[in-house]
């Protein structure tokens, strides 16, 4: 089981930034996939979540009307495409999937202890 993160970057407030999420190693449409984030000093916090059939989408507060995430099954990829970016925004972001706890994933899709895959992060700086 493989996730990669990619597409971080430093870039301005108000800047925009599109994450991808590549993975393989077992079944992608089965399974939802979440977007995390930890800054520094913090806990890792869930983004945002989509879900593996009827693309249900959940968003943190802080992110609504901002982020947008997507999923192209196709190409085994979720997309985190982040609008009108602050200064809060920094941390690195993972992507993650619930192998074992789907169930709990579609109850609590923004939980991390939700999850058991987890890719290697991709760092989002966003600073003037």
């Known amino acids: 089981v493989q996730l990669q993160a990619s597409g971080g970057g430093l870039v301005q407030p108000g800047d925009s930034l599109r994450l991808s999420c590549s993975a393989s190693?077992?079944?992608?449409?089965?399974?939802?996939i979440g977007w995390f984030r930890q800054a520094p000093g913090k806990e890792r916090e869930g983004v945002s979540y989509?879900?593996?059939?009827?693309?249900?989408?959940y968003y943190a507060d802080s992110v609504k009307g901002r982020f947008t995430i997507s999923r192209d099954n196709a190409k085994n990829t979720v997309y985190l495409q982040m609008n009108s970016l602050k200064p809060e925004d920094t941390a690195v972001y993972y992507c993650?999937?619930?192998?074992?706890?789907?169930?709990?994933?579609?109850?609590?899709?923004?939980?991390?202890?939700?999850?058991?895959?987890w890719g290697q992060g991709t760092q989002v700086t966003v600073s003037s």
């Open positions: 993650a999937a619930p192998l074992s706890y789907s169930v709990r994933a579609s109850l609590y899709p923004l939980d991390p202890h939700s999850y058991d895959s």
């Open positions: 190693g077992f079944s992608f449409d089965d399974y939802a």
């Open positions: 989509i879900s593996n059939r009827d693309g249900t989408t």
